[in-house]
């Protein structure tokens, strides 16, 4: 049975644009006989990694500091694909970054340079084969979402393991409206699930049906201007 670990780093926890793309997603997964866990960064403890490199000397592939990490790092190793699902912040949530700072006692100190670039391996006990990332975003354009998904690769690659791609849902919070495309796109999300298991990999023209416009940008800045005049009325009113 492939087991999964998603990582979600949404401060808004189960209310979240992330866990709202998430759910057809996990169900396909799941319809594909795939164990499916989803933790969210906000409910834990996690620190900031401070950097001494303990994990690769003193005391090899264990990080000291003592928070809800430890019990993270044993569901991290007996996991086949790890999914990084986050909302961008410019460009992360503060949690999700502390998590993948302290990925560091997962990966060897032996360095090494491949295509001009420095690279590392993961212990021997790491079952993790595949990264996936799930990147949503409030703006209209796609392109601003690239930035966390390049984080999310460059992880992947720097410890040599697979990046399997990444979905991607800009301004997410209109996935919420009832409407017969966001239908078919959530629809979308589970037969992704389902063949990322059974086949371990996703088809480019699934990843762009996902990702297309829900509105164009002219009808989504009308709406942004919108909510602004909104906001701004409800505050003089109150004046
Ligand atoms: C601090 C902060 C920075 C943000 N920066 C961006 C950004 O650069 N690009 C973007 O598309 N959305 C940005 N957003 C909007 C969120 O990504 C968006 O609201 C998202 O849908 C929230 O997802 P969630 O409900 O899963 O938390 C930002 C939000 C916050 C709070």
Request: aromatic share 8%; with cysteine.
């Amino acid at each position: 049975m492939t087991k999964v670990i998603i990582i979600n780093g949404s401060p808004r926890t189960e209310k979240s644009n992330t866990t709202f793309l998430m759910t057809p997603f996990i169900e396909g997964m799941k319809k594909a006989e795939a164990s499916v866990e989803m933790i969210y960064t906000k409910k834990l403890k996690i620190l900031p990694c401070i950097g001494c490199f303990k994990c690769w000397g003193e005391t090899i592939g264990e990080c000291f500091i003592q928070d809800d990490m430890q019990e993270l790092y044993p569901k991290l190793k007996e996991s086949d694909i790890l999914i990084l699902a986050t909302p961008v912040y410019s460009p992360l949530p503060g949690e999700m970054q502390n998590f993948i700072n302290r990925l560091v006692p997962l990966i060897d100190s032996l360095l090494e340079i491949r295509n001009g670039r420095t690279r590392t391996k993961c212990h021997d006990d790491v079952n993790i084969s595949k990264i996936l990332a799930v990147v949503v975003g409030g703006w209209w354009e796609l392109e601003n979402l690239d930035l966390v998904v390049k984080i999310f690769e460059e992880v992947a690659e720097t410890y040599t393991i697979e990046f399997s791609g990444a979905i991607r849902r800009p301004h997410a919070h209109l996935l919420r409206n009832e409407s017969d495309k966001n239908k078919e796109i959530l629809q979308t999300l589970e037969k992704i699930g389902i063949n990322f298991v059974k086949e371990g990999k996703i088809d480019i023209s699934d990843l762009e049906f996902v990702s297309q416009p829900l509105v164009d940008q002219e009808e989504y800045l009308e709406r942004s201007k919108r909510n602004y005049l909104k906001r701004k009325n409800a505050q003089n009113s109150i004046e």
